[in-house]
């Protein structure tokens, strides 16, 4: 079964999406990673964050791949070298909202995530998966939290490796970047019409993932 999460920055669907994942021993797919890995190579390659054409070739031509790495996070590759770390810098992050609008780059994208997704059980995680990419998933849940909420669990995450970062700066990225996957032409990021809403402002980890856990069982048993 596809078990489709989305949400926004900072809702936490990485994190639930990996646990639950591991719990039912699933395969776990971080399409945001795709998005963020075409984003290093052309930031690395200077093609321009506007240049449709020539991402959409990056996209297209790239190799993309991922391993299983410690505590179920997933290692990702491009070609043969690791850029787990590197897609997470600032400067991918500022990036990969304007990359991952342009309709080819998208198009190479959801045809790969759908070949990858498209056996056995595997849970998904992105912007537009209920919506464009798996439609007919069995599950999708739609995962939020309050912005202030979200700024705070990216802060810390970001803190944990060691860069110092202020809440009110977080907030305004979060939500720019909100703003933008949100408002674009192609595939914005929504909640589909037969996803479950999940705030998880006020709830663990732990909570999220026998929520999310319950209602994949409730799935299968009806
Ligand atoms: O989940 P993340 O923060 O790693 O995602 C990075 C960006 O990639 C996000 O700002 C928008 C884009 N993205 C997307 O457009 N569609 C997806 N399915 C996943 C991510």
Wanted: glycine share 10%; hydrophobic share 40%; with cysteine.
């Amino acid at each position: 079964m596809v078990l489709a999460i989305d949400g926004p920055a900072g809702a936490g669907k990485s994190t639930i999406s990996r646990m639950v994942a591991a719990r039912f021993g699933w395969t776990y797919l971080d399409t945001g990673a795709m998005y963020r890995a075409v984003t290093l190579l052309a930031l690395e390659q200077g093609i321009a964050p506007g240049d449709s054409g020539a991402l959409g070739q990056l996209a297209e031509n790239a190799e993309i791949s991922f391993q299983p790495g410690p505590g179920g996070q997933p290692r990702v590759f491009a070609g043969c070298r690791e850029v787990t770390e590197d897609i997470r810098s600032p400067e991918v992050t500022a990036a990969v909202s304007e990359v991952s609008a342009h309709a080819p780059v998208r198009e190479a994208m959801v045809a790969r995530q759908r070949e990858a997704g498209g056996q056995g059980d595997v849970v998904v995680d992105g912007r537009d998966i209920g919506t464009v990419v798996f439609p007919r998933a069995e599950v999708k849940i739609f995962l939020t939290a309050s912005n202030t909420e979200r700024a705070r669990r990216r802060r810390l995450e970001l803190e944990g490796k060691g860069v110092a970062v202020c809440q009110e700066r977080m907030e305004q990225e979060i939500a720019a970047r909100d703003d933008f996957d949100s408002s674009r032409a192609v595939a914005p990021l929504r909640p589909a019409a037969d996803a479950i809403m999940l705030d998880t402002t006020d709830l663990g980890i732990e909570q999220v993932v026998d929520r999310v856990a319950e209602i994949v069982q409730q799935n299968q048993s009806g």
